[in-house]
Every structure is written in structure tokens, then in C-alpha cells.
């Protein structure tokens, strides 16, 4: 099912609205995503899938090339092998691939629309049954322990218009669908910064109010993934549900760099080795939207939120830093070609995924370079951090690892 595009003409700006009118047309619009599932025709029958007794066994949703699974899956490994052992690991992918199987969690099913995204995710995981279908024409998900996923945002990002009536704002109904059916002890979802004052904070209220009348005390808080080590700055929103028959409490994990912590890791540090061969970059002349504002930081600071586009990629910090004219007006002084964007490989550093990690690019060399590499740069800008997601999954990690009777508890996984 093709999503309507954004546009103001179709949908209605925040501004419009008071409290009372937003929690109507929040409501409205629930219930017209409801219809849509009463509609699925589809059956969509999955096969046997690898269950382990002795796993958390995983849904992934949205799951894109995999950044928020790789990094719970690291949580799950050092929850089993010790921090030490499993980082190390995790920088040689041989050795990372001989004992990731012995990582608490264990994905079975993922489901994502973008054809490179998934062709992205087979490359670089065990197999697993992925289904590249609309999710809201998944009739029936399976039984699972624990779901992940970011679910779509164009509509909550605060660099976007702030539509509120985006249907794409509503993908989430099937997000809370997936958990009535899997009945997980667990759920992580991953958003953007702007959910939480969109609609007055409505929306925030309302995403909370109808995962928690799932069954599940659900908390939900912001943080910046510079604070957890990522050489990045990029504030994003983990709600985090916990079943409501378990005696479990999640805690979003302290930060672990910055004052009075670990030190800030650097654009220097994370791709200062990378000046000599930084691989292919996204080329091409810089539109008026993207001078607009100051698209370079230092050696010594970390990068500007990596986006879902090679256009709007960030400057590597080499040449000449950028000058303010005036007023969203910002110049690259001296020759151009003293400036250039990230490249694949360093944005894909700055998102913490490991330099084994391949993206695919559709494979297809008819199309023009710029085409391909933005296949890769969508796919790593929609990504969580995996250095982030293994801070969030740590908690439930250690937790399960040593209640997984409890989790069994009634379980229909493996009856």
C-alpha cells in the first residue's frame, strides 16, 4: 500500500489546533488504522520459524539494515561473555560471528519495507525469516519475547513540517498490534526528538496511553546518543514497556560520557584514520536549504545528526570551516572542492556500526553513483546507533538473562 506524500495540502499543521481538537483527531485517526486492519485480505502465512528455549527470541519491526537489532544483540552477548570479551569480538567480524550465537537474544522474524535496507540486513546477520511487506498488511505476527523497533517519524521531526495528521504518524497502532498478538515480556520503540511536543505533547500522551493499555508499564525518555559514546549528536526518544505481570522495572541506563564521565568521543577519534581512504561520497553543488545553516563541525566535536540522505549529509571537518553571512546564510569559503561531505564509510563509523558491516546498494552499476550511495546513506541515517541501542537493550539483557523461567512463565512460544 502506497503512503500518501507529505504536503500541507494533505495534511494539517500543528498550530491549528487546541488540546481538546488534537486529542480527537488523535483518536480519529486510531480508529481509521483500526479499520485498516479489520481490511487486511492477506494471509500471509509464515513458516516455522527458529524458536530457541534457551534464547530471548525477537521480532524486529521496521527493522531497516539492522543498527537497533546488532546492538541489542551486542547487549545480549555481553550480558552472557563479559563487556571485555564481546567488544573485542565485535571488532573482528570472524571472531564476532563464531560467538555471537551465544548472545542472550536470538531474532526471528523481521519485517521492513526498503528492498536494499533488507538485502542489507541478510548480508550481515544469521538467517532469519525477513518479510518485506506493508506492516499494515501483516495479518498475523508470530510469537516472540521481545520486540523491537523504530517506527516511521516524518511527521514528529522537528526538520520537517509537523504534520500532525501524517498517516505515517500512525504506523505505531501496528507496533502495539505486534504486541497483543507476540505478547513479548519486552518492547523497545525508537523515535524522534519532536514526538514529544508535537500536538502540545498529545501525541507523546496518547503513543504512551495506547502501549501501556497493551498490558505493559511503559516509560519513556530522551537522550542523546553523544552521551553513550557515539561521535555524534542525535537526541532521539526510547520508550521502553515492560509486561505488567512481570516485577521488573526498566531504568534507562545513565549517560556514560561527558562531564565528570568518559570523555566525549571525537570526530578525530572516530574517522581521523579514515583522510586517506575514506571510500565514495555523495557529490554535487550544496542547495540555498543546505547553506542555510552550518553544516561542519571540528576534529574535536562530534558530528551533526547523520539524516537518511547523501544531499544532506554533513562536511567532513577537513578545509576551511564555513562562515556566517547572516541570517540562515552560510558560505564554504575558498575553492570548493576544499569541502565535501561524509562519506558512506565514515557516516556509517559515526553510526557506530562496525567496519565489517556491509550496506548494499541495490547492485545495480546502471545507475548513476549518486543513486546508489544514497540507498546506503538512507539506510544508515534511519538507523539507530548501535553503540545507543546496545546502551538501551543492556538492562533487559542482564534481567533476562537471569529470569528467563519467569519469561517462559505461560509462555505459547513453545507449546
Request: a neutral charge; glycine letters at 8%.
Amino acid at each position: 500500500m502506497k503512503i500518501e506524500e507529505r504536503g500541507r495540502a494533505k495534511y494539517r499543521p500543528l498550530k491549528d489546533y487546541d488540546t481538546k481538537k488534537i486529542k480527537q483527531l488523535l483518536l480519529d485517526k486510531i480508529n481509521e488504522e483500526e479499520e485498516t486492519i479489520q481490511n487486511i485480505k492477506t494471509d500471509n502465512q509464515l513458516p516455522i520459524l527458529d524458536y530457541r528455549e534457551d534464547k530471548i527470541n525477537i521480532i524486529s519491526l521496521f527493522s531497516g539494515c539492522g543498527g537497533l537489532d546488532l546492538g541489542v544483540e551486542l547487549a545480549g552477548l555481553i550480558a552472557s561473555i563479559g563487556e571485555e570479551k564481546a567488544l573485542e569480538a565485535f571488532e573482528d567480524q570472524e571472531w564476532f560471528n563464531s560467538i555471537r550465537k551465544e548472545s542472550i537474544f536470538h531474532t526471528i522474524y523481521t519485517n521492513d519495507l526498503f528492498k536494499e535496507a533488507n538485502e542489507s540486513y541478510k548480508l550481515n546477520f544469521p538467517p532469519v525469516f525477513q518479510q518485506q511487506l506493508d506492516i499494515r498488511q501483516v495479518k498475523e505476527f508470530p510469537k516472540a519475547d521481545l520486540v523491537l523497533g523504530g517506527f516511521p517519524c516524518p511527521g514528529f521531526s522537528e526538520a520537517g513540517p509537523r504534520l500532525i495528521d501524517d498517516k505515517r504518524n500512525f504506523l505505531y497502532i501496528h507496533f502495539i498490534r505486534c504486541l497483543l498478538q507476540s505478547k513479548p515480556f519486552a518492547f523497545i520503540a525508537e523515535n524522534v526528538k519532536g514526538m514529544l511536543t508535537l500536538g502540545k505533547g498529545e501525541v507523546i500522551k496518547q503513543i504512551v496511553q495506547d502501549f501501556a493499555s497493551a498490558g505493559y508499564n511503559v516509560k519513556f525518555k530522551l537522550v542523546n546518543a553523544r552521551d553513550y559514546g557515539v561521535p555524534q549528536s542525535r537526541e532521539r526518544v526510547f520508550i521502553v514497556g515492560i509486561r505488567d505481570d512481570l516485577d521488573f522495572e526498566y531504568k534507562h541506563p545513565v549517560p556514560t560520557h561527558g562531564k565528570g564521565k568518559l570523555p566525549y568521543v571525537t570526530l578525530k577519534d572516530a574517522i581521523g584514520d579514515l583522510e586517506s581512504d575514506p571510500g565514495e561520497w555523495f557529490e554535487g553543488g550544496f542547495s540555498p536549504i543546505y547553506l542555510s545553516r552550518n553544516r561542519k563541525k571540528k576534529w574535536s566535536d562530534q558530528s551533526f545528526t547523520i539524516q537518511a540522505s547523501g544531499r544532506q549529509a554533513p562536511l567532513h571537518p577537513s578545509g576551511p570551516e564555513m562562515k556566517k553571512l547572516g541570517p540562515d546564510n552560510w558560505v564554504l569559503p575558498g575553492d570548493i572542492s576544499l569541502h565535501r561531505r561524509f562519506s558512506v564509510k565514515e557516516i556509517a563509523r559515526i553510526q557506530t556500526f562496525p567496519d565489517w558491516f556491509v550496506f548494499s546498494d541495490g547492485g545495480n552499476m546502471n545507475v548513476q553513483k549518486n543513486n546508489r550511495l544514497d540507498k546506503q546513506y538512507k539506510q544508515i541515517g534511519n538507523a539507530v546507533p548501535v553503540s545507543l541501542a546496545t546502551a538501551m537493550g543492556l538492562p533487559l539483557a542482564k534481567w533476562a538473562k537471569d529470569n528467563i523461567y519467569l519469561i517462559r512463565q505461560d509462555s505459547l512460544i513453545l507449546k
